[in-house]
């Protein structure tokens, strides 16, 4: 299926995603676009077709700063606060789960932030995973995601692990536009 990514705007169709998971749904719904405007969180959506009111999936992107003693290995790190980005929210909708669409957008954040981190100190991709099954999704993926300190639904994916992994930035996988 091909996928392609957009800024969420006011012709998608917010009302009718239901990922299973009411608090994702709602973040959708009521609070994705006013944090966009209010330049604290940027929403990006999937859908089929440039300019579809259709939403397969969504993530959001923000800039946070975690404590370094929460990090582990974190004792190489200068005290205090270190950068990184927090993917704040990703969700499929239900007629779309079991086609990838997850770990593509997911892959698609990475890049975003791998690149970012060029310009700006980025230590990590950091997450709150929304429960057991979210956690086990991401560290089932055998990509170097590892619990902070603080909480096991924590999660970080250091930069360095992600270019170890000869994620660059700039690749764009099969299938996916914008």
Known sequence: ???????????????????????????LRRRARQNAERNVGVTHVAVPAPGSATILGYYTLLVRTVA???I????????????????GRLAV????????????????AIR?????????????????????????????????????LDSPNHLCLPIATLRLLGITGDETPAGETG
Request: hydrophobic content about 45%; overall charge negative; proline content about 4%.
């Open 1 to 27: 299926m091909a996928l392609v990514f957009e800024p969420l705007q006011a012709h998608h169709d917010r009302a009718a995603f239901d990922c299973g998971k009411e608090p994702l749904n709602e973040f």
């Open 72 to 87: 582990p290995d974190g004792k190489r790190l200068p005290a205090g606060e270190i950068g990184v980005v927090l993917l």
């Open 112 to 148: 975003q932030v791998v690149r970012a981190s060029r310009d700006m100190g980025i230590y990590a991709l950091v997450l709150d995973a929304l429960d057991t099954d979210a956690r086990a999704w991401y560290l089932g993926l055998g990509w170097g995601f590892k619990e902070l």
């Open 93 to 108: 909708d239900k007629r779309a789960q079991g086609q990838g669409i997850g770990k593509t957008m997911l892959l698609r």
């Open 68 to 70: 370094q003693d929460i």
